[in-house]
C-alpha cells in the first residue's frame, strides 16, 4: 500500500504557526510579486476565492468579507516542508517527495491498522510542526491520491463523504461495494492527471464520476483520450499497475531550503519568520534530509 501525506492549505497553514490572529479567518497567501491568491485558507475558499486568481480580483473582500492576504515567505515554507517530511519519513521505509506539501510512502508488506498509523503520524506533525494534514492510503499512487482527496474533503465538508473517513481514508479496508459508492460520488476530475479539459471531454462522453471512468471501455478511452489516461484508469484498478521505484531518502534538501523569501511589496523577508528562527517549533527530525520538492502544490 501506498499512503500519499498532504499538508492542508500548506502555505497558509505555515503562516497560521506564527500567525495566530490568522486562524479561523480567510487568508490567501499572494505570490511574489502580490499578483495571484496561491494559497488559500478553507474560509478563503468558501468566500469563493480560486486558486491563482488575481488579486485584484477578489481585494474587494478585505473590506467586506475580512479576508486577510499575506505575501508568500518560500523559505519559512521550504524549512517547514523539510520538517513535515522528515517526520512522514519515520513511518515508512521508503519515502518518494512529490512536492513541497506532498510525500508518498510505501508500506508494501506492513500488516499495521493503517488508518491508525496514519492518525498517528497526523498528530505527529501537527504537534511538532502546526502542519494539518490528509492522509490517503491505495494500493497505488493514483489511488492513495483519491483516497487523500476524500480524507480531505472528507473533513472539510462534513456530509461529502462518510465521516470515518475524514482527515485519514484508507481504501484498503474497505469493501469492494463501499468503494464503488466513493468513486460514485465522487467527480472524474478528481483522479490524478485528469485535467479541466479532459474532465470536461470525459462528461461530454458521459463520464462524470471516477466509477464511469473505471467501468468506461478502455479500448474507446485509448482511442479518444490518450495511452495515460488509460493507465491512470488502470491504475484505479489495478492494484501494482503504476507501482514505480521509491528513493531512499538520503538526499540533501538544501535545494528546498535555498529558496529565497522574496521582498514584496507588503512585507520585507527579514521581519518574516523562518521556520529556524527563535519561534520556531521544536523539531526531533528538522536535521534530516529528504530529496527535493519538484512542484509547489499546496492544496
Ligand atoms: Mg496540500
Not at 472539510?156 to 459508492?181: H, M, N, T
Not at 474532465?199 to 479500448?219: P, S, Y
Request: aromatic residues 6%.
Amino acid at each position: 500500500m501506498y499512503a500519499l501525506i498532504d499538508g492542508n492549505n500548506f502555505y497558509v497553514s505555515c503562516e497560521r504557526v506564527f500567525a495566530p490572529r490568522l486562524l479561523g479567518k480567510p487568508v490567501v497567501v499572494l505570490s511574489s510579486n502580490d499578483g495571484a491568491c496561491i494559497a488559500r485558507s478553507n474560509e478563503a475558499k468558501d468566500l469563493g476565492v480560486k486558486m491563482a486568481q488575481p488579486w485584484f480580483q477578489v481585494r474587494r473582500l478585505e473590506k467586506t468579507a475580512g479576508l486577510i492576504a499575506v505575501s508568500a515567505n518560500h523559505e519559512l515554507y521550504g524549512d517547514m516542508s523539510a520538517r513535515m517530511m522528515a517526520i512522514e519519513a519515520r513511518y515508512a521505509p521508503r519515502q518518494e517527495i512529490y512536492s513541497i506539501d506532498e510525500s508518498f510512502l510505501d508500506f508494501d508488506g506492513v500488516r499495521d491498522d493503517l488508518v491508525a498509523v496514519g492518525r498517528h503520524m497526523r498528530a505527529a506533525i501537527l504537534q511538532e510542526t502546526g502542519i494539518p494534514t490528509s492522509v490517503g492510503f491505495g494500493a497505488t499512487k493514483t489511488l492513495a491520491k483519491l483516497a487523500n482527496n476524500i480524507a480531505k474533503t472528507a473533513d472539510r465538508k462534513p456530509g461529502s463523504y462518510p465521516a470515518g473517513l475524514a482527515q485519514v481514508c484508507d481504501f484498503g479496508r474497505l469493501p469492494r461495494d463501499e468503494l464503488d459508492a466513493l468513486f460514485a460520488a465522487t467527480d472524474v476530475g478528481a483522479v490524478w492527471g485528469v485535467g479541466r479539459k479532459t474532465t470536461e471531454r470525459l462528461k461530454a462522453g458521459g463520464v462524470h464520476t471516477v466509477l464511469d471512468l473505471l467501468r468506461a471501455d478502455i479500448t474507446t478511452l485509448r482511442r479518444q483520450f490518450s495511452v495515460v489516461l488509460e493507465k491512470r484508469c488502470a491504475s484505479c484498478t489495478a492494484p501494482r499497475a503504476c507501482r514505480s521505484t521509491m528513493r531512499r531518502r538520503h538526499a540533501s534538501r538544501s535545494s528546498c531550503r535555498a529558496r529565497s523569501a522574496r521582498p514584496s511589496r507588503r512585507s520585507t523577508a527579514s521581519s518574516r519568520p523562518s521556520a529556524s528562527s527563535p519561534r520556531a517549533r521544536p523539531s526531533a527530525c528538522a536535521s534530516k534530509a529528504a530529496s527535493p520538492a519538484p512542484s509547489a502544490s499546496t492544496s
